[in-house]
């Protein structure tokens, strides 16, 4: 589901970067789908210096506490 999820994420941002552009220019595509590329990754980059932040602790009130069995 995350990488749906991320798939329409970045398919909204080429939208956003392309706004009305017409497909005969294909300069200007390649410039809007470049900054698409930096931005997603940009977003990237700040999730994992947010999840990077948290604790070992984090998350077990959801869990309730139980560690994961390991076969």
């Not at 798939?7 to 300069?27: E, K, M, N, R, Y």
């Not at 070992?56 to 560690?67: L, P, W």
Request: contains cysteine.
């Amino acid at each position: 589901m995350s990488l749906s999820f991320g798939l329409a994420c970045g398919s909204l941002v080429a939208a956003w970067f392309l706004g009305d552009l017409p497909q005969t220019a294909q300069g200007a595509v390649t410039h809007a789908l470049h900054y698409t590329c930096l931005t997603v990754g940009g977003l990237t980059v700040l999730s994992s210096l947010v999840f990077w932040t948290l604790h070992s602790g984090d998350g077990a009130n959801v869990s309730r506490g139980r560690q994961p069995d390991v076969a």
